[in-house]
């Protein structure tokens, strides 16, 4: 099942590349520190004679610019294997966390008090629809009766009225059991949210 693409993740992508630059660049730095360090401690164990330090500094110089200018050759492969890197595991990471939440849902779907809410849902949709097809039928069989008679439809309303009345109050009742499954349902839900 393929992942949604979520907008963010290019610019979290672009982040750690920046970081693991960063640090690529701190990692070299310090490396050119200690090589300095080297360089003064040969210098400090060098012949002082003017001609000889300069043949020893001149050496070590050169020696040095030729290490650095190979390692900024291999820089832009570093960085990029770093980038690549931190993409994969983003990429990783980003699956991992949908594929977690993918599991809470299902097993909140599966958990029984989210059925007996779905359930309690459907009687009180069967109900209504019943209440308010019966409501109908009095109502149309009450008209039909005040045609005939003035004293047969004051019993008719009445009859109507109580199963109205009737119909409501098991629609109500039923209503009242679905609100109570969906409330144990969605604390069950919580409840399993970090398992």
Known sequence: ????????????????????????????????????????????????????LRDQARTIVISRVDELAEE??????KVELYVNEA??????????????????VARVRRQQSTRDAQAGVKTTVAKAKTAKTQTA???AKSADTAKRSANVTKAAAKKTGTTAKRSTKATGTSAKKAASATTKASADAAAKVGD
Do not use: W
């Open 72 to 77: 900024a050759k291999e820089l832009p492969t």
């Open 87 to 104: 993409v994969a595991e983003l990429n990783e990471t980003y699956g991992d966390l949908a594929a977690r939440g993918r599991d809470l």
């Open 137 to 139: 039928n009095s109502a």
């Open 1 to 52: 099942m393929p992942l949604k693409i979520d907008a963010t993740r290019p610019f979290y992508a672009v982040v750690g590349a920046g970081d693991l630059a960063v640090e690529a660049a701190r990692t070299y730095a310090l490396d050119a520190q200690v090589r300095l360090a080297e360089v003064q401690t040969r210098l400090a164990k060098a012949d002082i004679e003017p001609k000889a």
